[in-house]
């Protein structure tokens, strides 16, 4: 059954451009190893300045195969290198009804 995600970075000083660009690229990787559903990708800009990158996953055992799929690894080490992860509670209003969230166009 798929899953949604919804994945937060929050780029390291200086490392804005970097993250957006590594983020521009987990989808479409993500696709091309058969881990994520066809349905569209939505990245917003937390006030801030963390991403948020929500999207779908085929299947648990998808997400279980990315942890041992090296070009996914990879990637994801482009992730740390960039960002640290942050919690959906970490967001600036994310404590308030209808927080606020800027679109992010890939």
């Known amino acids: 059954m798929p899953e949604y995600v919804i994945a937060c970075y929050r780029p390291k000083p200086g490392k804005d451009a970097e993250l957006l660009a590594v983020v521009r690229e987990h989808h479409p990787i993500l696709r091309k190893q058969g881990l994520v559903t066809g349905r569209e990708v939505v990245v917003l800009r937390a006030p801030d300045g963390v991403l948020v990158e929500i999207f779908e996953w085929k299947s648990g055992e998808a997400v279980d195969a ?5 070009v996914v690894q990879a990637l994801w080490g482009r992730f740390a290198a960039c960002s640290d ?21 890939l």
């Open 85 to 105: 992860f942050a919690t959906l509670a970490d967001l600036p209003g994310a404590g308030q009804p209808f927080p606020a969230f800027e679109f992010v166009a």
């Open 66 to 70: 990315a942890h041992h799929d090296p």
